[in-house]
C-alpha cells in the first residue's frame, strides 16, 4: 500500500485548487459545481504502453519513444481534442491510471504534472484521480467532463450534400514523426528541423479547441469530427453518421514542406500518411458552400493559417479520393495502432 | 479495426435509449441533460485481472474466478458503492476497456451486458464506451457521473468527538469468499450454502445506494465512507480527514454465522477478515450519540438488519481496537490487492 498511497498523493497534490472543484480527491468522489442550464459533454480515452505510445528514457534527442512528459501532453490532448470536434468547453478531469512495478514514482509525477499543466493550459481543471497496480503494461485513462456553450454543440451528423469538406492544418505530419522515431536510422538522413518538427507533431499533439468553439459559435460547420485515425476513416464515421458520401480532391490535400522532404527520403508519397496516418488531432469539418470561405478565413485568424478546403459532400455513402476524373473508394483505410 | 468495430458496436447497442442521453456512442463525445442547479458527484475506478480479479471460463461451480458477469457486477458496485457513500443520485457511467487478444468478443459482450444491467438496476446509465487493444491484462476503467440531492453530500470530513460508528452489514464475507475460491480444497469442507453465500458476497456486491441517500436525506450521519479496504484502512482515512480517532469495539463487530463457520474450517478467527479483509462494501458512517439509534433503524428499514453499532469517534488520531479494556492501533491494515 506505500506505494499506491505515494502514487495517489503525488496526483492529489496536482488536483486544481478551484471553487468549481468542491471536493477533490480524499473523498469516495469529486463534487463539482457546475454550470446551470447547460448540457454536460463527456469523453473517456484509453492509451496503453506498447498499443498507443512506447516509453523512452528521459527526454533525450533522438527520441525513441515517448517521455512520461509527453504522455501526459497526449492522454491530454487525445481527449481535449474529442472535446474541441464537440465544440464543447471543457472543465474537468479524472485520471485513472494502472502502473506497472518496474515504472518509478518520479515517472508518474512527472507524467500527472505534464497532464495536469496541459489540461490547465485550456482551462481544464485535474479534479481527480486513482492509480492502481498492474502486472501488465502502463495504461492510462483519461475522462474528461465539459459542457456547451448555450446548449449547441458539434455532432458528426449534419453533414448535406453540396457542403464542402475542410480541414485545419497538415495532415500526415503525425504518422511521418512516429516512423522517424521507430526507424532513426533512416531518419538520420531528414534534416534535424524537420524532423524535430514532425517528431513534436506526433509527440506533442494540440487540440483545436478554441477552432470547434469558434465555428459552433459563429455557425460555420454543419458537421465535425477530430483527425485521430486519418480522414480515410474519420471521414468515412462523419459520412457514415450523416447519410453521405465524401468526395475528397487529391489536388487540395495540403502536404506539409516537411512532410515532403521525409517522403522523399522513405521513397514514398505523402498520400498514405495524409489519409490514413492518423493522430494528427486537427478538425475535419463541413460547411455550406456558400460559408466555406468564411469558414477557412475563421480558422485562419485562430491558427494563423487559412483552413484548406479538401472535399465535398454528395448523396450517396462512403469516402472516395477523386483524381484525374477517377473516383477511388478509401473509406475505413485507417491507421491500426 | 474489424475487431475493435464490433467490440465498440456490441458495447454501443447497450448505451441507454434515454432522454438524458442526447448523443450516445456514435460522435465524439457523450452529450448529457443534467438537471439544472445540481452539484455533479464523480468518480473513476480501474479493476486490473490478475490484481482486482482472477477470471474463471464459463459461470459453473465450484468458482475459481469472476466470469464476465461478474466482472460486470464488480466494475459496477465498486464505482456504484463510491456514489452510496456520497449519498449521491448516479446517473450516467462510462466504460474504457483494454482487451488483450485471448479474449473473446462473447467474452467483452456478456461482460458489458452484466454492467449495463446492474447500473440500470441501480438507476444509472450506460452512457458511453471506449474499447481499444491492449498486450496486457484485461483492464476496466469505470467512470460514473452522477448528481447530489438538494446541495448536499456526505463526505469523510465531517466525525465529531463523542459521535458513534456504525456499519451496514456484515464485514470480513467477501474476504472469506476469496479464499474460498482461492483454495478449493479446503473450501470442500465448508458446507455448499455457507461457500455459496460467502462466494457471492465476493463476486456479486451490492451498493448501498438506498441506504446512503436515507442517511443524507434524514441527516442522520455526519461523516460516511465505503468497506472497500476494510474499516481498519478505510476508517483510518475517514478519521484522518475528520481530524480525530476511532475506537473499535471488538466485542460489538458482527460475525455473520457464514463467517464463524468459514473461520472455523480455515482455523482462524473472523476478526482479521473483518478489520482487513474489504471489498465488502457495505457502508460506514459516524452519527451523533443521540441518533445513533434512528440512524441504526433507518438502515434496518431499508436492509432489513438495522445497523450495528461498533465503536465511537474520540479526540485524537488513528483508528483503534478496544478489547477487555486495552486498545491496540489498527490503522491502515488493509486489505492489499
Redesign the interface.
Known amino acids: ?1 506505500g506505494r499506491e498511497l505515494e502514487l495517489i498523493g503525488r496526483i492529489a497534490a496536482l488536483v486544481s485548487d478551484h471553487p468549481s472543484v ?2 477533490g480527491i ?9 454550470p ?13 504502453e ?3 505510445f512506447e516509453l523512452q528514457a528521459g527526454t533525450g534527442w533522438p527520441r525513441t519513444g515517448h517521455s512520461a512528459a509527453d504522455v501526459g501532453v497526449k492522454a491530454a490532448a487525445v481527449n481535449l481534442s ?2 474541441a ?2 465544440g ?1 468547453v471543457p472543465r ?1 478531469a ?5 502502473v506497472p512495478r518496474r515504472i518509478e514514482i518520479e515517472f508518474i509525477s512527472r507524467f500527472a504534472e505534464s497532464l495536469s499543466r496541459t489540461l490547465e493550459s485550456y482551462g481544464c481543471l485535474l ?4 492509480t ?6 502502463l ?1 492510462v ?1 483519461l ?1 474528461v ?2 459542457t ?1 456553450d448555450g446548449g449547441k ?1 458539434l ?3 449534419g453533414a448535406r450534400p453540396g457542403d464542402l469538406v475542410l480541414c485545419s492544418g497538415w495532415l500526415g505530419e503525425s504518422a511521418a514523426g512516429l516512423q522517424l522515431i521507430r526507424t532513426p536510422r533512416l531518419a538520420r538522413l531528414v534534416p534535424p528541423a524537420v524532423r524535430r518538427r514532425l517528431e513534436a507533431r506526433h509527440l506533442r499533439p494540440e487540440p483545436r479547441l478554441m477552432l470547434g468553439r469558434a465555428l459552433l459559435r459563429e455557425g460555420l460547420a454543419t458537421s ?3 483527425a485521430s485515425d486519418g480522414p480515410a ?1 474519420d471521414l468515412a464515421h462523419l459520412a457514415q ?1 450523416s447519410g453521405v458520401k465524401i468526395v475528397l480532391h487529391r489536388g487540395r490535400l495540403p502536404v506539409s514542406r516537411a512532410l515532403a522532404v521525409a517522403a522523399r527520403v522513405f521513397g514514398s508519397t505523402p498520400l498514405e500518411w495524409i489519409l490514413s496516418g492518423g493522430e494528427d488531432f486537427e478538425l475535419l469539418w463541413t460547411a455550406p458552400r456558400d460559408m466555406a470561405a468564411r469558414s477557412a478565413a475563421l480558422a485562419g485568424s485562430i491558427l494563423g493559417r487559412k483552413a484548406a478546403i479538401i472535399g465535398e459532400v454528395a448523396e450517396g455513402s462512403g469516402v472516395f479520393l477523386s483524381h484525374a476524373g477517377r473516383e477511388v473508394e478509401i473509406s ?1 483505410q ?1 491507421y ?2
Open positions: 500500500m468542491v471536493e480524499g473523498d469516495d468522489a469529486a463534487v463539482l459545481d457546475a446551470p442550464r447547460q448540457h454536460l459533454v463527456v469523453t473517456a480515452d484509453t492509451l496503453v506498447g498499443v498507443h474529442d472535446m470536434a464537440m464543447a474537468w479524472f485520471l485513472s491510471v494502472a479534479a481527480g484521480g486513482d492502481v497496480s498492474s502486472p501488465g503494461p495504461v485513462t475522462t467532463v465539459g456547451t454543440w455532432s458528426r451528423n465535425c469530427i477530430d476513416t453518421r475505413f485507417g491500426e495502432h
